[in-house]
């Protein structure tokens, strides 16, 4: 089974602020997924990348296949931002069902 | 297509009543997949189908829960006896899945919040 640890578990910065999150996963892959969560519930996903980098807005994601390892990076943080942000892999490198880590809970404070 | 619906968004039920939950994916998509997640977790996967055939069942889906999706296209979660546990977010989510099995296109739906009193 897919074991997903992520870091830092809870992360504060200041507007502005360059932010990252960290995801490694134990089994490989084909597609990973970053996801991300607004008080209230509802989960929108955020990136599905399999190799190298991709860039939506502020946002950057990036995968490291061999090293099993993923990034989120945020630039010019804002306020807006602050959400949980979660990592998700297939359990076992198939791609149905996902594994997801818990989470980490981000806050922006102008 | 306005991505995948969920119906109702918040339920508060009695302890020992029966609940029902509404999924509706995207409408190409073949795939259908429920998860719950408990307050401070992330997503823990219940059960998906493809098209309408339950391809997999979590142990966490215990005899109380059911889940149906009879025409391939929306869902159903059925949860009976409701005990206080069962509180949680439940989230639907679909996608397409391809001749070699990979999934495109995952997207969920903004979850049901399931409070058992």
Same mark, same amino acid.
């Given at each position: ?25 134990? !089994? ?15 989960? !929108?996903? %955020?990136f599905? %990348? ?8 502020? %946002? ?8 099993k ?14 959400? !949980? ?13 996902? !594994?997801?880590?818990?989470? $980490?809970?981000? $806050?922006?404070?102008? | ?11 508060? /039920? ?5 609940? /029902? ?6 409408? =190409? ?15 823990e996967f ?12 979590? *142990? ?7 889940? =149906?999706?009879?025409?391939g296209?929306?869902? /159903?979660?059925?949860?009976? *006896? ?16 391809s ?11 903004s979850?049901?919040?399931? /409070?058992?009193?």
């Open positions: 089974k897919n074991e997903v640890e992520q870091s830092p578990q809870n992360l504060t910065a200041q507007e502005g602020e360059f932010i990252t999150i960290n995801c490694s996963y134990s !089994v490989g892959i084909s597609a990973l997924h970053w996801l991300q969560q607004h008080p209230g519930g509802g989960i !929108v996903s %955020l599905m %990348l399999s190799s190298g980098k991709k860039k939506h807005g502020r %946002l950057i994601a990036t995968i490291n296949i061999q090293e390892h993923s990034s989120l990076h945020i630039t010019a943080s804002h306020p807006r931002d602050s959400a !949980v942000y979660i990592c998700a892999v297939p359990p076992q490198g198939g791609s149905e069902k996902l !594994v997801f880590g818990k989470g $980490t809970k981000l $806050t922006v404070n102008p | 297509d306005t991505g995948v619906s969920q119906d109702p968004r918040h339920k508060i /039920t009695k302890r020992g009543q029966n609940v /029902t939950f509404r999924c509706d994916p995207i409408s =190409e998509h073949n795939r259908l997949y429920w998860y719950r997640q408990t307050l401070g977790q992330g997503p219940l059960t998906y189908f493809q098209n309408e055939a339950q391809l997999e069942k979590s *142990r966490l889906l215990s005899d109380r829960f059911s889940a =149906e999706r009879p025409k296209s929306f869902s /159903t979660l059925e949860i009976q *006896r409701t005990e206080q546990g069962d509180s949680a977010m439940y989230l639907c989510a679909s996608s397409l899945a001749g070699q099995g990979f999934s495109y296109g995952y997207t969920f739906g979850g049901t919040r399931l /409070t058992v009193v």
